[in-house]
């Protein structure tokens, strides 16, 4: 993680240097103002991210309630000076249409962000980023370890609850009687 530019820039400014040609292929967000610009995930990360956007579209589609967002999708978590975070994963269950959609960061937060964590995630660093989820509303943040396959749940004000990849896991009041296991995170397509 690196600092790369040392002006203070707003959310809006960061979004539009994001989509000049030099930044493409490149992963980056933004800290109290400056850009971070972060390595890209490796290949298992991003295998567990799609099984949880999976999982999470298929309880949209069945509950009839709310939409994912992946791909890092910005997400606006403190203003003056601008911070934008991009959850691995993001549910979002308001009235936004694909047509009436954020073009740029949300400047709304998700109910639940899923962050999963790569191998150069530091736990003060996930930590940090949780704490401004939670603090701009986002009610849920699952924190995935790659390595142990548990999940550690994490809300506003409450302790975190670890779940090891043999447990069920809720959408503790969130996401109204979701429920899966742990270990659909981890499952290879076709296999049980």
Known sequence: MAIVESALMTAEAFFAWTAQDE??????????????????????????????????????????????????????????????????VSFFDDEQTAETMDRAYAEHPPVLAVEVLSPTDRFSRTMRRVAQLLKSGVKLVWVVDLETQEVSICRPEADVEILDNKSELTGNGVLPEFRCQVSEFFRYPGRR
């Open 23 to 88: 930044q493409s292929g490149r992963f980056f967000e933004l800290d109290r103002g400056e850009v971070v610009e972060l390595p890209p995930p490796g290949k298992f990360h991003g295998f567990v991210c799609t099984n949880i956007a999976a999982i999470l579209r298929t309880y949209a589609i069945q509950s009839g309630r709310g939409y994912v967002c992946g791909n890092d999708s910005g997400v606006i978590v403190e203003r003056n000076p601008d911070t934008v975070r991009g959850p691995d």
